[in-house]
């Protein structure tokens, strides 16, 4: 991981941009101190169909015991 100060950061942000999304992690310093950190962000995985399928029951959409209620207003 790469400590770089604030003005190369901002004067070189898409190389650094490229590298992060290639999967490296940089920190950004100001003052010679640690100030951000740039990740790659996880992108979310696809979705899969029915995979709740037979699990959701008729009681579903019967309405929720006062209590319950109670606790979401709350």
Known sequence: ???INI???KTHLSRLLA???AGEEVIISKSGK???KLVPIDL???RKPGIAKG???ADFF???PEEELDAWES
């Open 19 to 21: 590298r992060v999304h």
């Open 44 to 46: 979310a995985t696809k």
């Open 7 to 9: 003005h190369e950061a």
């Open 62 to 64: 019967e309405p929720l």
């Open 1 to 3: 991981m790469e400590t």
């Open 34 to 36: 640690p100030y951000a």
């Open 55 to 57: 699990k959701v029951t």
